[in-house]
């Protein structure tokens, strides 16, 4: 096959993906009008670096051009001898890598005006809009309250939490596109209206306190919203699943620990039909740690009080992630449902779903793409299901919990047909040492590249391969620790390799060589997505630097 | 006297027709999406003055195809030459009537095909399964679904070209 051949493939490729799509599979373009309202009416024109002209550049132009970056490298470079640590946090913030956490209101003035991303902790109204003023490019804010989870007790902080009046300066922030609100539950929601006046924010968190459902009534007006997580919030009912249901653009959507929550008051969640990722463990069970002094007690229905079942279910057909854990009386036909339903799950959730049964475990293979089933804590599931979990093709994970009954046999078979097996029985380490031995964690993955600039290899930079940012507890975890590096030779090339499962990554191409600019600490100056199967070797990732 | 843009019926206008261009280009759903509202909002701050619909979609698939191709530059000159390809088999098939046509000669195509090769589209493009699932479905492999895919796709090129050619 000749290049051009390969080219025409390819494009048969594309095109045929846009126009297959819409003729079969139904797919059409969303409508952005709502968006490119709320956006140009925000100031937003669209690109933040200038545009190339569409036609060719003149040499006077290019002259001009070179004069600027000359002018601006000297710049920078003086600027960057002038400056102590605080010129590398600026330049790693500016690549999305960093958040700034702020635990006292004295802090605030010391903040580099041009900050992207701020998490305060235990601050009040006053510290928040002094934060607003200090910093109104913010694109990430998260306001946390001790409440939400356990006080490290070292540190010996005390839960403050903002009000709504907080709300009016965070509606200033027209930059804004994640705001989490953890554990702030002081505020009641009357002032949640002004985050209408946000017209980029695309992931909101209130999480850890309850709003009713006129509070939530304001979720629609959101045009950018992708992703919205309510866990533990204990307020909302019937009218705010219903706001929830018109927000078409959501791609992810947590409900954890929410509720109670009755099962027909879902159906208007159907319109959800872009809906990847779906968080429904435990609603209707209070998931609150504690609650400080001087905070309102949170809502706390009775431990047991029914959950949701499976009439709460819709189809999805994009979802590829749900957790039911501790839906405690979800029904065995969960699995029928779902295999019915959303024939697009990859990862599916149930553990201390107590009703659910070997015929569960068998519809929920049925699904096509099912990749990683955990159905820890649920006994009714057995031996019997080992056969059709060693057969099921694309299943390469599966989590039992202590399965008391799961033998060394049973693992070993699992493991030869390529699945990963866990088994949690912290009373017999011989076994677990055992499982261990048998299950394929993880092999070695090469990932190969190159480093160029204008032609030319580029010597010692460092690839390193990381992980997707994580969540825990409502707060993100922000810079996440290499899981290996390797460093480009003479060539430019790089060879890396890391004991890693089948997964999404991201590999990150990384200048730890000591500069003016950023002192000592490593910056990235390009990254790119890398997804790894089994079976497959990665195609080469090659660096074109400018 | 120069009418000013209205933003919202630019939009309203050719919205389906960017985002089948982007897409045709190779843009993920997920970034054509963030491409057309990018698209959109150049186009307010550059475009003036409302031109008439030609010139208005000439210069959005212009932007939008700028734009993708800053989007995509870490990918390479292989990627730009794609892009480059992509945008003028659009201009020659499609730059009309925003894929109408072409659209019409695939649904006809379709028609003729017949057993896996229909329930491969079906399976792949209709139900969205990735390659392995077709391949578990169809008691195949998923380098056979690949082949298959791509025998498929040539077989549907040729068709639509032939239709086309005939019908103009």
């Known amino acids: 096959m000749n290049g051009s051949d390969r080219h025409a493939e390819e494009l048969d490729a594309r095109r045929l993906d846009w126009a297959l799509r819409e003729v079969v599979g139904g797919r059409r373009a969303p409508d952005v009008t709502a968006a490119v309202l709320a956006r140009a009416a925000a100031g937003d024109r669209g690109v933040t670096e200038p545009l190339e002209p569409h036609a060719g550049t003149s040499r006077g132009r290019w002259l001009l051009l070179a004069a600027v970056f000359v002018l601006g490298l000297a710049t920078a470079f003086g600027v960057g001898w002038l400056r102590q640590h605080d010129g590398a946090d600026d330049r790693r913030e500016a690549q ?126 959101l045009p950018s919203l992708r992703e919205l997580d309510l866990e533990s919030n204990q307020g909302f009912g019937a009218r705010g699943l219903e706001a929830i249901g018109a927000c078409p653009g959501l791609r992810v959507l947590s409900l954890a620990g929410s509720g109670p929550l009755r099962d027909d008051w879902f159906a208007p969640l159907a319109r959800l039909t872009r809906l990847e990722s779906l968080n429904l463990q435990a609603i209707g069970l209070s998931r609150r740690l504690l609650f400080a002094e001087g905070m309102p007690a949170p809502r706390t229905p009775e431990f047991g009080e029914r959950g949701i079942g499976v009439a709460a279910l819709q189809p999805w057909p994009a979802l590829r992630h749900l957790s039911l854990a501790n839906t405690l009386n979800i029904e065995s036909s969960v699995g029928a449902r779902l295999a019915r339903d959303c024939p697009a799950l990859q990862n599916v959730v149930l553990d201390v779903c107590l009703q659910i049964d070997d015929g569960t ?155 003016p600019l950023a002192g000592s600490q490593p910056a990235w100056v390009a990254r790119r997505a890398v997804t790894i199967r089994d079976g497959e070797t990665v195609p080469d990732l090659d660096f074109v630097l400018r | 006297m120069p009418v000013p843009i209205d933003l919202a019926a630019l939009v309203r206008r050719h919205q389906a027709g960017l985002w089948r261009y982007l897409r045709a280009l190779g843009a993920p759903e997920d970034l054509a999406e963030d491409l057309m509202q990018d698209t959109f909002l150049v186009a307010m701050d550059r475009l003036g003055e409302d031109r008439g619909d030609a010139a208005a979609a000439a210069f959005l698939r212009r932007t939008a195809r700028h734009l993708l191709l800053r989007r995509r530059r870490d990918l390479g000159r292989r990627e730009a030459i794609l892009i480059d390809l992509a945008d003028a088999a659009w201009r020659r098939d499609c730059g009309e009537d925003d894929g109408e046509l072409w659209l019409a000669s695939l649904r006809a195509c379709l028609d003729r095909l017949e057993g896996r090769a229909r329930e491969v589209v079906q399976r792949f493009y209709g139900e969205g399964q990735d390659r392995a699932a077709v391949a578990a479905a169809m008691g195949m492999k998923a380098n056979g679904v690949k082949t298959l895919l791509q025998r498929v796709r040539a077989a549907l090129r040729g068709c639509i070209e032939q239709r086309i050619g005939g019908a103009a």
Not at chain 1, 434 to 448: I, Q
């Open chain 1, 96 to 221: 999305g890598d960093l958040v700034r956490i702020v635990t006292r209101a004295a802090a605030i003035a010391s903040l580099p005006a041009a900050s992207k991303a701020v998490e305060v902790h235990n601050l009040d109204d006053a510290a928040v809009a002094a934060l607003v003023a200090r910093c109104p490019d913010l694109e990430h804010l998260c306001v946390f309250a001790s409440t939400a989870t356990a006080r490290p007790a070292s540190v010996g902080d005390r839960a403050v939490s903002i009000t709504d009046d907080a709300l009016v300066a965070i509606g200033s922030l027209r930059h804004l596109r994640r705001l989490e609100l953890v554990g702030v539950q002081h505020v009641t929601g009357a002032k949640l209206r002004e985050l209408e006046r946000l017209p980029l924010l695309e992931h909101l968190a209130l999480t850890f306190l309850d709003l009713d459902d006129d509070s939530l009534q304001v979720l629609p007006r």
């Open chain 1, 361 to 515: 475990v068998a519809d929920l293979l049925s699904l096509p793409q099912l990749r990683s089933l955990s159905v820890r804590g649920c006994p009714e599931v057995t031996a019997a299901s080992i056969p059709r979990l060693v057969t099921a093709t694309p299943l390469r994970e599966v989590h039992l919990g202590k399965a008391p009954w799961l033998t060394l046999e049973h693992a070993g078979r699992l493991a030869r047909a390529g699945k990963r097996v866990t088994c949690e029985r912290p009373d017999d380490p011989a076994f677990e040492a055992a499982l261990a031995a048998l299950t394929p964690v993880s092999v070695d993955r090469v990932l190969r590249g190159r480093v160029m600039r204008d032609g030319r290899p580029v010597i010692g930079m460092v690839a390193a391969l990381y992980a997707p940012l994580e969540r825990s507890n409502g707060v993100q975890v922000r810079v996440t620790a290499a899981l290996a590096t390797a460093v480009a030779g003479d060539d430019g090339r790089f060879v890396l390799t890391a004991a890693v499962p089948p997964g999404e990554y991201e590999l990150r191409l990384e200048d730890h060589r000591p500069s």
